[in-house]
C-alpha cells in the first residue's frame, strides 16, 4: 500500500504491520508511521508535487492514507502570510503567520489530521468515527465525518466555549459533553476505543491522525520557496504538531528538497496549564501532568501525551519554551489582529504573546526569518475578549452625529480602546441625553 | 473488599484476557507487585528496572492521576480502584 512499509514502536523500535492501533504491546510506547523514502523519492518531485492541486494532499506520498479515496481532498494548504507590520511591533525584521485559522472546514489545523484518520478509517472499513477533544478536533470531526458519512461520538468537556459547542451540534453530530476536565475525557475516550470497535481518531487512529499534521511543515517549506525558516514558534497541546513539523522538515531534506539548515523550535504555552513548557525549563525532560486552569481550552491538557517528544524537539533543536499569562494571550490576540487582519482564537495568542516575549529577551534574534504558526479562528474563543472588547459609537442615521462621533473619537487618546462608555454631549438639549453615546461592545448584545 | 484494577485491551495478551482483577496491598506498589506476580508476561511492561513508573503508562487511582499523587508510593484503600490506560492525547 502506497509508500508505508508499516508501523515501528518510537521506544523499542518493534516493528508491525499497519492496523487500527497507537500503542506498542511490548512498550506502551506510541507507534509511528515507516515511509520508503526512495521510492517517494523515484515516484515524485517537487516540480511534479507543485502542479498538483492547492491543499495539503499534493503531498500524499508523505501521508499514510490515500491510496484510494481521499477524504477531504480539498483540506489545508493555508496561507503563510509575510507579517510586516507585525514584524515591526515585535522588533524583529522578517515574520510569518502560517494561518490555518481560515482551514477547510472547520477554521483549525485539526481539519488536516481529521482528513488524514477519516481517510484511513474508511480504509479500514470503519463505520463510525469520534474523539476526545477541548472543541476544535470536535468540530472537525462532526464536520468531515458527517460529510463523509461516518456516525460519530464525539466527547468534550461540558463547559467549552459555546461556538465549540455549536460548531459541533450544527452537523447533527452525536456529541457528549463530559463532566471532567480534557484530561478525563481523554482518559473516557481511550475506554470507548478500548470498548468499541469504532475510530477514534485521536487514539487508536492516533498514528495516521498526527502525521496530517506534517503538511504544516511541508507548506511552510514550500510557500518559503523551498527553505526552511530559521525559527518556528507553535503553539502545544498534546505537543504532537510541534514534533510534526520538525518531521516535515526532516523529511523534506531526506527526499532533498530543501537544504539541511538548522531550525530552531520554540514551544509555547498558556502559564495555567505548561506542563511542557516546565520539562524543557526544567532540563528534566519529563512531563509532571498539571490540572489545566487557563482561557485557552484549546491547549488546556494538563497531560500531554506528546510532551515528551515536544519537549526533546525544542531541546535537540536548540529552541526554548516559554508560558504567558492569560493577559498577554489577550494581548497576543489584539495585536496579531490589529497588524494584520487575522483573528486567531486564544491558542493563537500564545503563540504571538509568547514569540514577542522570546525576541524581547534575545532568545530569537531580530533579523532572523521567524514563523509563526496560527492553529485556529478567534470567532470560536470570543468570550476571552469580552472584557477588553473596543467600544464604538452607537448613533442615529444623521449626518451630524456621524460627523460629531468622528470628532470625538480623534480627540479621545485611543476611543476604539475605551472599556468604558464616553458619551459624546447632544448636539441641543431637546436631542435627549444620550444621543450619541460610545457603548463597549460587552455592553450590547452580541449576535 | 479488596482493590479493583482494570487493564486495558492491549496488555490482555498477557492476562489471558482478564479485563479485571481484584488484589490486595497498602500501596500502588503493592498492587503493581500483585500484579505481576499473577501476571508474569507484565513485568516490565509498567514500571522500569527502578520501580518507577513507565513514561507512556497512565495509573489512575480511582479519579486521580498517580503522577498527581505520590506516584508508586501512594496509599491505596479497600474499595479503591486501579485503572491503566496507555497514554493518548491531542485535542
Known sequence: MGFVLGMKCRECGAHLPVAPRAICEECFGPLEIVYDYDAISRRVDRDALVARGRSMWRYRELLPAGDETILGAEVGFTPLVRADRLATRLGAREVYVKNDAVNFPTLSFKDRVVSVALTKAREFGMTTVGCASTGNLANSVAAQGTRHGFETAILVPEDLEPAKILGTTVYGARLFGIRGDYDQVNRLCSQIADRFGWGIVNVNLRPFYGEGSKTVGYEIAEQLGWRTPAHVVCCMAGGSLITKIAKAFQELQTLGWIGAHPVRFHGAQAAGCNPIVTAVKDGSGEIRPVKARTIARSLAIGNPADGYYAARVIRDSGGAAEDVTDTEIVEGIRLLAETEGIFAETAGGVTIAVARKLIQQGIIPRHDPIVLVVTGNGLKTTEALAATAAAYPVIDPRLDQFEQAVATMATGSRPMAAATPTTIRPLSPSSGPSVVGVVPAAARPSH | ?91
Open chain 2, 1 to 91: 473488599m479488596a482493590i479493583q484494577v482494570r487493564i486495558p485491551s492491549v496488555l490482555r495478551r498477557q492476562t489471558n484476557g482478564d479485563e479485571s482483577v481484584a488484589l490486595e496491598g497498602q500501596t500502588l506498589s503493592d498492587i503493581l507487585d500483585g500484579l505481576e506476580d499473577r501476571y508474569a508476561g507484565l513485568k516490565g511492561k509498567l514500571r522500569g528496572p527502578e520501580g518507577d513508573l513507565r513514561r507512556f503508562v497512565n495509573i489512575y487511582i480511582n479519579d486521580n492521576d498517580v503522577r498527581l499523587l505520590s506516584g508508586p508510593t501512594t496509599p491505596v484503600s479497600d474499595g479503591d480502584e486501579v485503572t491503566i490506560i496507555p497514554a493518548v492525547a491531542g485535542g
